[in-house]
T-cell receptor, first 111, second 113 residues
Framework: KQEVTQIPAALSVPEGENLVLNCSFTDSAIYNLQWFRQDPGKGLTSLLLIQSSQREQTSGRLNASLDKSSGRSTLYIAASQPGDSATYLCAGLSGTYKYIFGTGTRLKVLA | GAGVSQSPSNKVTEKGKDVELRCDPISGHTALYWYRQSLGQGLEFLIY????????KSGLPSDRFSAERTGGSVSTLTIQRTQQEDSAVYLC???????????FGSGTRLTVV
């Protein structure tokens, strides 16, 4: 059974700092790993999708990596901005064909 | 449509009443999923539909919850005899297939009073 854990639960950083959010999963037979952003009171916005054959994906200041053997994914945010403040969720897709979500990292970027 | 559309965006109902939540997926997406997010909690899988296959109902918390997807498009999640613990945000997502990424709607916030 796939379980997904995100550390830390909350993070507060000054503007401009580079930061890493961590996601770990228990089932290495993972098909995809997807990172989302959720703003308060809103739905989830997809940031990056990494398929099992890929090691990383990049979009602008965001870079996500996937290491199936260690059961880890990281989301790297470069030059953080106050607008990056949100909750970041990772989710893993494996044999049950439904994404299992972590409980998220709540990020606050201070101006 | 251009995105996943959910309605209503907010619903307040009295305990014991039935509610229906609607999800209109992205055109052409064969897979549709329902999740719920309780205050301060993670996303909890409820049910998914894929094409004409039997839905995976393994996440429905009780027999008060049911869902259908008509014509392979719009889906309705029905909660009968609502309880206060049903209060949550109900999120719908669709994807082109079972091994693709999700696109979420903006959710329905259900409050049972």
């Amino acid at each position: 059974k796939q379980e997904v854990t995100q550390i830390p639960a909350a993070l507060s950083v000054p503007e401009g700092e580079n930061l890493v959010l961590n996601c770990s999963f228990t089932d290495s037979a993972i098909y995809n790993l997807q990172w989302f952003r959720q703003d308060p009171g809103k739905g989830l916005t997809s940031l990056l999708l990494i398929q099992s054959s890929q090691r990383e994906q990049t979009s602008g200041r965001l870079n996500a990596s996937l290491d199936k053997s260690s059961g880890r994914s990281t989301l790297y945010i470069a030059a953080s901005q106050p607008g990056d403040s949100a909750t970041y969720l990772c989710a893993g897709l494996s044999g049950t064909y439904k994404y299992i979500f972590g409980t998220g990292t709540r990020l606050k970027v201070l101006a | 449509g251009a995105g996943v559309s959910q309605s209503p965006s907010n619903k307040v109902t009295e305990k014991g009443k039935d509610v229906e939540l609607r999800c209109d997926p992205i055109s052409g997406h064969t897979a549709l999923y329902w999740y719920r997010q309780s205050l301060g909690q993670g996303l909890e899988f409820l049910i998914y539909f894929q094409g004409n296959s039997a839905p995976d109902k393994s996440g429905l918390p009780s027999d008060r919850f049911s869902a259908e997807r008509t014509g392979g498009s719009v889906s309705t999640l029905t909660i009968q005899r609502t309880q206060q613990e049903d209060s949550a945000v109900y999120l719908c997502a669709s994807s082109p297939g079972l091994r693709n990424g999700y696109t979420f709607g903006s959710g329905t916030r259900l409050t049972v009073v």
